[in-house]
């Protein structure tokens, strides 16, 4: 295993438009990639916040149906994109399913943009309260040139073009936006089990005070939730000061966080695409939904739009 300095240094001498990818992929499957994942983990929570994302989210009634099998299937479409990247021939597989179980719904395009600036900004902003470090501007850069080639994929129009216009997007969005649904909050509750599996053992019990100390007191209130009392947030940052000494300290994996199609969560066998996601509707409240946006949809979100 090398030393954590000797591949960063590696890294920073490639250029972060020209080189995005394989600077993204080192900070989000190996480097930093318990951060970049948790990040994703804040991202997916916080679409719950946001009432008419809730209200669809319930009608289709996945989540309340398959709470565990639907949110690693959401981590792992997204892992596998990180770790393939969306010019691999089973990165644009992934594009192709994220289109396919986003066709039947109508989506507003500001919606589409919201999620895509909260999975591009959220895990960087994690990264810098939680992580072992923070990204660099090299990172951050290599970052926002990702997603914005998953959002032209995508089909998602008016794209912002610079890290700046990714994270005023998120933010002015989200104080639009977040207020607290019945759905929001039915959301969060069933998929807490989830939450407590990523905690071995007895340290399941700190799964709740957790997830709020790092979703913070909006949006856990959005969510039902009464905020992180003040020991829990020392305790939280506690441990995350030490977990951050300590890898400082460790050489880097040869190998990314997980390897696609390894075991994991409900897949002990391990996994392939076909399996994840949700493409046929499990609607509870009949075959159609009250509009949840304006008429601004992705267009022809079915297919991805090749813009190279």
Not at 68 to 83: F, Q, W
Not at 120 to 147: I, K
Not at 165 to 179: M, P, V
Not at 267 to 276: C, F, K, M, N, T
């Amino acid at each position: 295993m090398r030393s954590r300095r000797h591949e960063r240094e590696r890294i920073a001498a490639l250029d972060p438009e020209r080189n995005y990818f394989e600077i993204f992929r080192f900070m989000a499957t190996r480097d930093l990639g318990w951060e970049h994942r948790s990040g994703l983990n804040l991202a997916f929570y916080r679409i719950f916040a946001v009432p008419h994302m809730a209200k669809l989210l319930v009608h289709t009634g996945h989540i309340q149906a398959a709470p565990i099998k639907r949110t690693y299937d959401t981590g792992l479409l997204m892992y596998d994109l990180s770790y393939h990247g969306p010019e691999h021939p089973r990165g644009r597989e992934v594009i192709r399913k994220i289109n396919a179980m986003h066709r039947r719904w109508d989506i507003a395009n500001e919606d589409h943009l919201y999620v895509l600036s909260a999975i591009a900004v959220l895990p960087l902003r994690f990264m810098d309260d939680f992580g072992w470090r923070s990204p660099t501007r090299q990172e951050r850069q290599a970052n926002f040139a990702f997603y914005r080639r998953v959002g032209e994929l995508l089909g998602i129009r008016e794209l912002p073009s610079t890290g700046a216009e990714f994270e005023r997007l998120f933010d002015e969005y989200e104080a639009k936006q977040l207020a607290f649904s019945d759905e929001g909050r039915q959301l969060f509750r069933a998929t807490q089990t989830v939450v407590a599996d990523w905690f071995p053992g007895p340290l399941g019990v700190l799964a709740d005070p957790f997830t709020k100390v790092i979703l913070g007191d909006e949006v856990s209130r959005c969510l039902g939730q009464t905020p992180a009392p003040t020991w829990t947030r020392g305790l939280v940052r506690g441990a995350l000061t030490v977990r951050r000494l300590a890898i400082r300290h460790t050489p880097i994996e040869s190998r990314s966080l997980i390897t696609p199609g390894d075991p994991v969560g409900p897949y002990e066998s391990g996994y392939a695409l076909d399996v994840l996601g949700a493409e046929e509707a499990v609607a509870t409240h009949g075959s159609s939904l009250p509009s949840v946006g304006t008429d601004t949809r992705v267009g022809d979100p079915g297919h991805s739009v090749d813009r190279r």
